[in-house]
């Protein structure tokens, strides 16, 4: 009898176990499809077509973002800049094209923008030990003056067909920016998982020191992240231009705390070293659904903001919740 | 029902009947469905020092934290009877105002702060009528602390500027500010200097006279055997002894800690390495090497096959020569020769090029990446080889793991299992292995066997040793003379960052390196 009443409490625990396991998992994922479900009954046409992929649409931008930035914050540092770079590639690659220059060239210049500018952040963050927080605060400051100086703080119209293609185009009837979205993300799947960077992310994330002493290129590794992360700000910029047929000085402002709070929201700790990308997609994913949820429940732009905020620290609450779960 | 208990109490204490001031009963603790600790009995006396003893994983810090108020114990898993009382603590706040406090192994100060507010935090600090703290009387207490130990640290020094040793004067110094009836201190003396332990022991003695319980957990034999008067051993979270010191020796402890016999520490056999020197080539060679701070002016040979080791006290400059050596730290005079050939090592990326392994002091922190597998911990340093045309193979990488884990018997349950969750000596041969994969030359070990149990201890002098046998040329950092003698073929002692002397195997003795290692000529 007693033998009994221990192997029940034992295999409590170990369901308990796994149920954590599992949630450490999944959490988020059963998150989103709880907010699905309880959407699809409560708010009008959230299931339909068209408002599903309106929503992969609208998270396309973000969702680009994102991705970088998990790259950035696997290292333990972070990307304050994102939304400058985006304001500031659209309003370049939109002026090259307008002055006749062929648009690839011009959307390339673009993406070397972003890339530029990452690798000035990597450059300060890695070579001079400034935290990455205030290098990108610097360059969130400084980029998007730069966007204003260019463009004399007008926004300019686009005329090239494949800016409009790749903001607002359809490819057999799906929008262009969700291949964009889907490309970055299998792309950085594959450079997470199977190249040595990003291994080297993972190990720089974990114990910066135990990278240097292992031979790991820490100072190199981390200039291509920041990198990587202005080039997908700049991918993102030329997306958002071609969305609003314009380069705009004042684009993407606060992009950057979306895509951070995505990142954070899909399980990648702040301190580095613990993250995959898939769940980004879903952190990415949960908070386009709200915003597409309460849009469609007819809740005001005003009281949508109130609810991002609560999501954010709700994000931050959980990702300490789970690291406090994992020490034990 | 309490006032009658309160009333037994004062009898007791009246009688003076040698009840124990802290009595631990059949404690159990499990932690999501796995037993760590099961039935444990620990007395403490007035007045004691009771060396807690077992291998890594026997329980031991879980005990500790049960004992100051971090866990609490499984429901029905045992009571803990603390001056005559019954308690329950809420947490280590509560267990310490009750008079229980600890000294951590890893220390928990704050660096940015003084010292004397580190060793005043967690007490309410002096205040004027106003509420501002009175910082004169701070620096006074602070330095009645001090002085009550026989230190003469300056409590306004700032505490990342002390030594690790000196640091950890301060955090006993606060232990004791809290006027504690149960001190626990793990592992105390690992970084300290021989001259420091023995400041140590003397407080130790002052306060065993005052009646202070000492709870003290260490892994060297020698210490146990000296303050303890009593010792409980426990193993795999049991309780399996508990003694007076004075029945009890070193071989029988070792017993009853890893449940076999063990023949006290590892003897290395040597070769006698004189004839080959002539013939063969030095496989690591350094002249007149300096660094920044310490290191002055060293040089010596090692030749393959050879284990070297390197003694000297803390801040004699040991770590910092090999991570010199190594290129982790800059390199301000001197050259290095890998097989006879001169080499320009400015990055430990270059060292690693040349055939350079270095496994460096601090495991957790320098050595592993606590946020990755077994397998990816090991396999780290070897990417490159498993790459086709830029993509990882995880199924080489996981057949080569596996082959390392088994080689060097790393115990995991999978080669997916996180490092961090590995026993100090397994995560110590994770290090290893890793180092194993790019076919080193040279093998530069700093403290490899620190907070490492006896038998996993063994069982990396083993290893040493065979990779010694294959070739290879390893210099050995240890602060444990015994591990120093019982795996080097010869011995370079430091003093204050230059090589004091060099000693044969067969000259050498504790006592001599201990002459040279304090500035002996």
Not at chain 1, 279 to 308: A, E, P
Request: proline content about 3%.
């Amino acid at each position: 009898m007693k033998a009994n009443t221990t192997v029940v409490t034992t295999d409590k625990a170990r369901y308990g176990k796994e149920a954590l396991q599992i949630w450490n998992r999944l959490g988020m994922l059963i998150i989103l499809v709880l907010l699905c479900a309880v959407l699809a009954f409560t708010a009008p046409n959230f299931l339909e077509m068209s408002n599903l992929l309106n929503v992969l649409k609208q998270v396309s931008i973000n969702g680009v973002l994102a991705a970088g930035m998990t790259l950035v914050i696997l290292t333990g540092g972070i990307d304050l800049s994102v939304g400058a770079i985006v304001a500031l590639s659209g309003v370049v690659s939109v002026m090259i094209s307008q002055a006749g220059i062929h648009p690839l060239v011009s959307i390339s210049a673009g993406l070397l923008v972003g890339a530029f500018f990452g690798l000035v952040n990597g450059f300060f963050t890695a070579k001079t030990k400034l935290p990455a927080f205030i290098v990108t605060l610097g360059s969130f400051t400084y980029v998007r003056g730069l966007a204003y100086v260019i463009s004399g703080g007008y926004p300019i119209v686009v005329e090239s067909d494949l800016f409009k293609f790749l903001g607002a185009g359809r490819l057999f009837l799906i929008p262009t920016p969700i291949y964009i979205m889907v490309i970055v993300y299998i792309g950085m799947f594959f450079v997470l998982k199977y190249t040595m960077f990003g291994r080297h992310v993972y190990a720089i994330g974990g114990s910066e020191e135990a990278a240097r002493l292992t031979g790991i290129k820490v100072e190199r590794t981390l200039m291509k992240v920041y990198s990587l992360s202005g080039l997908l700000a700049g991918l993102a910029g030329v997306v958002l231009a071609g969305r609003l047929f314009s380069g705009q000085p004042t684009a993407g402002l606060g992009y950057e705390l979306d895509a951070i709070a995505a990142v954070i929201l899909g399980g990648t700790s702040l301190t580095g070293g613990i993250g995959r990308i898939q769940g980004t997609i879903i952190g990415v994913l949960i908070m386009g659904v709200i915003s597409n949820g309460l849009t469609l429940m007819d809740v005001g732009y005003y009281w949508q903001l109130v609810v991002k905020g609560g999501v954010i620290i709700a994000a931050v609450l959980i990702d300490r919740l789970r690291s406090q779960s994992q020490s034990l | 029902m309490n006032s009658v208990q309160l009333i037994e109490n004062d009898v007791v204490s009246v009688s003076d009947s040698p009840s124990p001031i802290l009595k631990m009963k059949g404690i159990s603790k499990t932690f999501s469905g796995v037993t760590v600790l099961k039935n444990i009995n620990l007395e403490l006396y007035k007045g004691e020092v009771h060396a807690l003893m077992g291998e890594n994983g026997a329980g031991k810090s879980t005990l500790i934290k049960i004992l100051s108020g971090i866990y609490q114990p499984d429901a029905n898993g045992g009571s803990i009877i603390y001056k005559n009382n019954s308690v329950t603590w809420s947490g280590p706040v509560e267990a310490k105002k009750q008079g229980i406090s600890v000294i951590h192994q890893e220390l928990k100060l704050s660096p940015n702060l003084t010292i004397s507010e580190n060793i005043l935090m967690g007490t309410k600090f002096p205040e004027n009528k106003f509420g501002m703290v009175k910082w004169d009387d701070v620096y006074h207490k602070a330095k009645e602390i001090l002085h009550s130990m026989g230190s003469e640290l300056n409590p306004k020094t700032i505490v990342s500027t002390l030594s690790v040793a000196q640091q950890q004067v301060v955090e006993i110094a606060r232990a004791l500010s809290y006027n504690a009836d149960v001190l626990i201190m793990d592992e105390p003396t690992a970084s300290l200097t021989d001259k420091e332990i023995e400041k140590l022991f003397e407080i130790i003695e002052d306060l065993k006279k005052k009646g202070v319980a000492i709870v003290y957990i260490s892994h060297r034999m020698d210490e146990i055997f000296r303050i303890s008067n009593r010792y409980t051993v426990l193993r795999d979270g049991e309780w399996i002894n508990s003694g007076p010191i004075k029945e009890t020796n070193p071989e029988h402890l070792v017993k009853l800690m890893v449940g076999r016999e063990l023949n006290s520490l590892f003897k290395r056999h040597t070769k006698v390495a004189t004839s080959r020197v002539d013939d063969t080539k030095p496989a690591l060679e350094i002249n007149g090497i300096s660094d920044k701070r310490v290191v002055k002016n060293v040089s010596f040979k090692i030749y393959p096959g050879e284990i070297v080791g390197l003694a000297g006290l803390v801040g004699a400059g040991r770590t910092e020569l090999i991570r010199t050596i190594f290129g982790a730290s800059q390199k301000t005079g001197g050259e290095i020769l890998v097989n006879g050939e001169k080499v320009n090592i400015t990055s430990p990326n270059d060292a690693i090029r040349h055939g350079i392994a270095h496994v460096p002091e601090s495991r957790k922190e320098q050595g592993l990446f606590l946020n990755m597998s077994v397998k990816e911990n090991i396999i780290m340093n070897e990417l490159k080889k498993f790459r086709k045309a830029g993509k990882l193979n995880w199924k080489e990488i996981d057949q080569k793991a596996d082959y390392l884990i088994k080689e060097l018997g790393v115990k995991v349950s999978s080669s997916e299992q996180l490092v961090a969750n590995l026993s100090g000596g397994n995560q110590q041969k994770v290090v290893i292995a890793r180092w194993l994969s790019i076919g080193p030359k040279v093998l530069l070990l700093d403290e490899p066997t620190r907070g490492v149990d006896i038998g996993a201890k063994t069982e990396i002098h083993k290893i040493i040793s065979k990779l010694a046998e294959a070739g290879l040329a390893v210099l050995v950092v240890s602060s444990e003379l015994p591990e120093i003698l019982g795996i080097s073929d010869r011995i370079l002692v430091m003093h204050e960052g230059k090589l004091q002397r060099h000693l044969t195997r067969q000259e050498a003795t504790q006592e001599k390196i201990m002459f040279f290692a304090t500035g002996g000529e």
